[in-house]
């Protein structure tokens, strides 16, 4: 069983409303394979990260109501937070008008959805240089060992 | 002269705040030459859509203040707004923790960004099936000649 499973397992199950058989196909192939996924925080709006899903990404998400994508650096599976415990549960999921890209929204487990602590990825802002706009909520040294 | 081009010269020059000299070095490696950009509303936070960018659209971006996408369909570089005169006015940008991945913060002129007429692309939401949520506010057939 993987890491991923593992974690899984712990988990309380969610009460998904997402029923995979009545499922829109998406379009996963102008991008070999993967669609990009934008996860905002459901309450604030506030994106929180890009990432990617194959198909089998999109299967785990629908199956489980934890966000699952693929790792293009580790070109794996990876469930959100199957390292540091900051899974992503998710509350609605919206499609795009060409069926290639999603947004899911979802609640942050932890707090923040960003390796490097940041509640979003996108916590610096251009302005000339970057300058750092983001909420840091942990300290990546002490969540990954 | 393009398309593109004309429809720049006849809009007014934006008080721009991005100098490109100073610009982030982004990452166009991962995908090709290419980086995936969010545009959100400037003012409600609404994600409205999600296209990419090469580095000849990012630096057109930055020269005009409006955003400049690549159309993968199309093969070329793509001003938002060039056929239906709905231009996106960047105010300000956000650049991930990983810096291939932006978000353009923008104001949409005419209200919606998506080619079907609705405020943003993401006008469906999935619960069982696709339902329509979002808000229609032009017709794509009166826009589109």
Same mark, same amino acid.
């Given at each position: 069983?993987s890491?991923?499973?593992?974690?899984l397992?712990?988990?309380? #199950?969610?009460?998904? #409303?997402?029923?995979?058989?009545?499922?829109?196909?998406?379009?996963?192939e102008?991008m070999?394979?993967?669609?990009?996924?934008?996860?905002?925080?459901?309450?604030?709006? @506030?994106?929180?990260?890009?990432a990617?899903?194959?198909?089998?990404?999109?299967?785990k998400?629908? @199956?489980?109501?934890?966000?699952?994508?693929?790792?293009?650096?580790?070109n794996k599976?990876?469930?959100?937070?199957?390292q540091?415990?900051?899974?992503?549960?998710?509350?609605?999921?919206?499609v795009?008008?060409?069926?290639d890209?999603?947004?899911?929204?979802?609640e942050q487990?932890?707090?923040a959805?960003?390796h490097?602590?940041?509640?979003?990825c996108?916590?610096?802002?251009?302005n000339g240089?970057l300058?750092?706009?983001? @909420?840091?909520?942990?300290d #990546?040294e002490k969540?990954?060992?």
């Amino acid at each position: 069983m993987s890491v991923s499973e593992q974690i899984l397992l712990q988990l309380t #199950p969610l009460p998904f #409303p997402f029923r995979k058989e009545l499922m829109v196909k998406l379009n996963f192939e102008k991008m070999n394979g993967l669609i990009p996924v934008i996860a905002q925080d459901f309450e604030s709006g @506030e994106v929180l990260m890009l990432a990617f899903m194959n198909q089998e990404a999109w299967d785990k998400t629908l @199956e489980t109501g934890r966000a699952c994508y693929y790792s293009r650096s580790r070109n794996k599976l990876w469930l959100k937070g199957e390292q540091s415990g900051h899974v992503q549960n998710v509350k609605e999921i919206y499609v795009d008008c060409d069926e290639d890209t999603l947004i899911l929204k979802v609640e942050q487990v932890g707090g923040a959805a960003c390796h490097t602590g940041y509640k979003s990825c996108f916590y610096r802002k251009l302005n000339g240089e970057l300058k750092i706009i983001g @909420e840091k909520i942990f300290d #990546p040294e002490k969540v990954y060992k």
